[in-house]
């Protein structure tokens, strides 16, 4: 019977936070390819060799763990948001590695670990795990800039002294990744464990009214076609429109807004905004794809602007596994009884990805007050303690 | 009698327009310090000398063309907007050098002219006449920089070569400033003449909503606090309850938004945006601002959200002064009977300025569609005349 050893794991944990430690409570500073970044997944591949496994590094930095012969993978990622918390990612690499390396000292199934390289996206999405999976082409990732116009080609040259091949995925039987929940709902019902049962879909474009840039001053209000208040029009009646659509799960954001000229005294020509929505259900996402073009056709038409849309990034809700969701919500019973539910996952995660390549799964643990991608993230130990044995458990089991 | 040549004064339009010309329609690009605006003043100063008045280059670059001893004062300025029509300030100039020029030809009263520098506010607001008014300081305004960083101080050492004293004010007996509407009244009424009743007070204020920046996926809608859905609100708000406050010449404006962080997948944190508001009438400016602020402050407790006000520029409207305007009404009754009006100025412009030396008036011809801050900026000759000759009506009548 696989015997975890919960102290190990937390130490492992906070030495992990050791690299890029932001100096604000328990926050990192670690993007992907950072020095930091590079020299904790250095100190990784040290505790993987530790602990009998293989370490092995791809060619865009992805670290895995690797046992001989088929085994089950685990994992997650190590590189952190630019101001980000201690557990995201970093807590189902190290309950990954805690894992294999029970196992092999407690004669559990084989298991294998890996940590994807920059799922938070300096490059992209969730970009490793992606180029892994065969989501997105390498050809197309090196092109890719970030914020500050550095490509991604040019940041994996940092670790190009490390990288060996891509890691076959046919070797593994299936995925199971320990996260935190990033939301408010396990912390506010103070659960401990949340099985996902599907991660949700997105859908995100730019649309963009044009009016008529004018003077503020001499331009009266009949004669203006000010392109702001088209999106604030829009926002309501879009809001308004949802009610009936929408579960309480789903969710909808207008995070971008861009003016045209954007000066106090002149009437807005252009606004440019993003509308993003997430929901589990594809037919839902349409519906309210519909609802969105059916409302700025009509505010645009009622206000004598133009209308255009961008192209709309659409990204398919994932169903986790069946039989390893069975598996994680039997262990979760034993472990947790009534402290764990099934749940939606509404941010994206590596998992997204490598369920193309075989059965996949997610287990979540709360994030206190639901706050994330900022240095005050974090969860009671005893959680994380919690999470680390529901896994080991479903991975003990042997049916996974 | 002061007898105008209405093709003398076109050519002279019309030659002006030749210094940054843009190539586009009539368009100029002639904004304050520029080579072109400094060999245009330099090409006024040369047929102002001509028509036997004295050039003065002020301090600033403003530039007089003075009779000895009091006269009236006509003008405007010559700088444009960096992309601007060829009627904007240069009009008032123009008219202001022919009815000089035409007074000492025919008999008439001592006519001075000016040309006020920077009016477009590269540096600030109607910067030159400011100055000369005492509105605002010089040692302040050389401090002031443009959208590229340079300074006021360096700007107007380009002209230190032309450079005089200020003028003495009180050599003036009244202000008079013959512009374009830059809105659409007259022009959708197919009236000639506007005589300026007042000018608008203006009050513009930055408004802030702080929310909780937070993941757009993870982050139920019932969890969120949401700045931009308080502006939206807030919008919504004021243009409902400004109904009940405003006349048709009341003017509001939210012109710019800034957004933290401003990125899909975030729900936005921060939402600032700009808040403007023009009207002739002081006490209902200050109705307005009181419901500015208690609906954000509604919206902001309904919400959970923070809310500061920035400092509130405040500037008074400015009545014309009474006798020089019945001066121009009666001489735009004899000039264009049935085809003039008593009407608001919803832009500031020189006068604003001079109006706190001396008497002051203004009256406006129209704007094809109210465009203007455009190169296709543009006025009916015919209409130009008209304003010219109620304009040279009004300073021939003596009574000014």
Redesign the interface.
Known sequence: MLKVKPERFLDDLHHLRSFGAAGVGKGVVRPAYSPPDIAARQWLAERMAEAGLRPQFDPVGSLFGLVDGPSLLLGSHSDSQPEGGWLDGALGVIAGLEIARAARETGGPPVSVVSFQDEEGRFGVTTGSAIWSGNLALEVADRQTDRMGVSFAEARAAMAHLAGKFVDPSQFSGFMELHI?????LSEAKEAVGIVTDI?G?R?MRITFDGEQ??????????RR?A??G??RF??LINERFRNVVS??????????A?HP???????GRATF?M?W?DGDTERLSRMETVIRDAAEEVASAAGLGLSFGDMLGLEPVPMDARLRAALCESADTVAPGRWRQMQ????HDATNVARLMPAAMLFVPSIN?I???FAEDTDEADLVTGLMVLAGAVGRGSV
């Open positions: 929940e990033q939301g408010p709902w949700v997105i995100d004018n003077h503020a001053g001499t331009t009266p209000m009949h004669r000010d702001f208040q999106l604030a926002n309501a309480p799960q789903t969710v909808w954001t207008i995070g971008h807004v003016l954007d000066a106090h005294s002149i009437v807005p993003s993003q997430r996952s509404g941010a994206l639901g994330s991608h900022a």
